[in-house]
């Protein structure tokens, strides 16, 4: 129950915080209040998402492949990726995941945003959060590799999740690019909301969903290559 409640502060912290900058200042140029309360639900939503499939970020998968605890999941007649999704959830973060939805859902009441903006929202922010599971799966692989150790991809996580609740227009160009196509919670979450803000132009939304089936295939096959590689912690 601590967890569930914790899992869900940064919904309300990025809600209080949103609003006081709007209250305070004249906000993020070209967002408005209730735009930008959607845009950080959508990265909520994204870290929650990833955290249950992905175990918070991996770290509890590293902490089982220290140990060999996974060497017996790898045996199974499943694919490597299915198995590691099933077995390593952090069912904690669903609260986080209803908070988000609820502000999601609070903000587009309030934009009036149309069926068929949603539509091209849902069919972005589906390929979008599949991108970043698929992602957050493969960087924990080299994360453990390479420093074995969990305590990383908090701060990555962290990073990640405070970026992605603004604009990516914040940054600079290196800024776009990195939480863009290295980073990917820009496809998860930006892009989706600003195309269904913005009623974006079929090319625009095709450009966003060939990226993303891009980067996921990139991920995918690196988690492969990678978990190929695999030695047991276990000794």
């Known amino acids: 129950m601590v967890w569930l409640l914790y899992s869900a502060i940064a919904v309300i912290n990025s809600f209080i915080a949103i609003t006081i900058i709007y209250n305070v200042s004249a906000g993020i140029s070209g967002w408005s209040y209730y735009q930008m309360l959607l845009l950080a639900a959508s990265t909520n939503i994204v870290m929650g998402v990833s955290a249950i499939f992905a175990s918070n970020g991996g770290w509890a998968i590293i902490t089982k492949m220290r140990s ?13 990726l299915a198995v590691m999704l099933s077995n390593f959830g952090d069912v904690e973060q669903l ?12 903000a587009a009441l309030n934009l009036r945003i149309s069926l068929a903006s949603f539509l091209i929202f849902a ?42 609740r603004y604009p990516l227009k914040v940054y600079p160009l290196l800024g776009q690019v990195v939480f863009s196509l290295l980073l990917p919670i820009g ?41 190929k590689k695999y030695t047991s912690g276990g000794g």
């Open 68 to 80: 060999g605890g996974i060497d017996p999941y790898l045996v199974r007649p499943y694919t490597t």
């Open 95 to 106: 609260s986080a995941v209803a908070g988000g939805l609820i502000m999601f859902a609070y």
């Open 123 to 164: 069919v972005l922010f589906s390929l979008g959060l599949s991108v970043f599971v698929m992602f957050t799966m493969m960087i924990t692989i080299v994360v453990y590799y390479i420093f074995k150790s969990g305590h990383f991809l908090f701060e990555l996580n962290d990073i990640i999740s405070n970026a992605g």
């Open 187 to 227: 496809i998860a979450s930006y892009y989706p909301s600003a195309a269904m803000l913005s009623e974006a132009s079929p090319v625009g939304v095709a450009e966003v969903a060939i990226v993303s089936v891009l980067l996921f295939w990139i991920s995918h096959r690196l988690f492969y290559s990678l978990m």
